[in-house]
């Protein structure tokens, strides 16, 4: 096995402005950059998955691959 690590993290979705969230995202970017491969599962979206780089109004970028908490995919 090699060295990658990896996470699965579940939070309040990180759209939102709940300090969970906010503490989620910081996180998340910060083991990215790092070199971990980072997920993180918004139980508060239904939707598909959303790639790396996504960027929120303020211009946050989100550098780590979201899950909604939806059945499809």
């Not at 690590?5 to 996180?27: C, E, F, H, P, Q």
């Not at 998955?49 to 780590?64: M, R, V």
């Amino acid at each position: 096995m090699g060295n990658n690590k990896k996470i699965l993290w579940l939070s309040d979705g990180g759209n939102l402005v709940t300090g969970y969230a906010t503490i989620s995202r910081k996180l998340l970017n910060y083991l990215t950059d790092m070199g971990w491969e980072t997920h993180y599962l918004f139980h508060t979206m239904n939707s598909q998955t959303i790639k790396p780089g996504a960027e929120l109004e303020d211009g946050e970028k989100l550098n780590f691959t979201i899950h909604g908490s939806g059945i499809q995919p």
